[in-house]
């Protein structure tokens, strides 16, 4: 059975960092490529960013680019998120996800219909 499990979100301050976790079970991260959503409150989700399969490409939403990181950790079968310069508009329940396709690319990362399995996502409120 596979679990995504988020962990990190709280509560921080315009201009803070925050780093989220996604640990796997389940599936193993080198054989999945990973990616991280988000959904704010009466807007629809939006792709954050994403590590393909192999580790060494990734895709950040433009709204992002610059100012978040991911990363991941085979040893742990964990995924991160690495957020700085956080602002109110990256406000958002924040949610994992992985899908073994294929043919992964800057395209099919950014929509969630690709994606197998999902975590249930952990809460990240920036105050301005």
């Known amino acids: 059975q596979v679990q995504l499990v988020e962990s990190g979100g709280g509560l921080v301050q315009a201009g803070d960092s925050l780093r989220l976790s996604c640990t796997a079970s389940?599936?193993?991260?080198?054989?999945?490529?990973m990616a991280w959503f988000r959904q704010a409150p009466g807007k629809e989700r939006e792709f954050v960013s994403a590590?393909?399969?192999?580790?060494?490409?990734?895709y950040y939403a433009d709204s992002v680019k610059g100012r978040f990181t991911i990363s991941r950790d085979d040893a742990r079968n964990t995924v991160y998120l690495q957020m700085s310069s956080l602002k109110p508009a990256d406000t958002a329940v924040y949610s994992c996800?992985?899908?073994?396709?294929?043919?992964?690319?800057?395209?099919?990362?950014?929509?969630?219909?690709?994606?197998?399995?999902w975590g249930q996502g952990t809460q990240v409120t920036v105050s301005s």
């Open positions: 996800a992985a899908t073994s396709w294929g043919t992964f690319s800057q395209s099919s990362a950014t929509r969630a219909a690709v994606y197998d399995y």
């Open positions: 389940g599936l193993s991260l080198s054989n999945n490529n």
């Open positions: 590590i393909k399969w192999t580790g060494a490409t990734t």
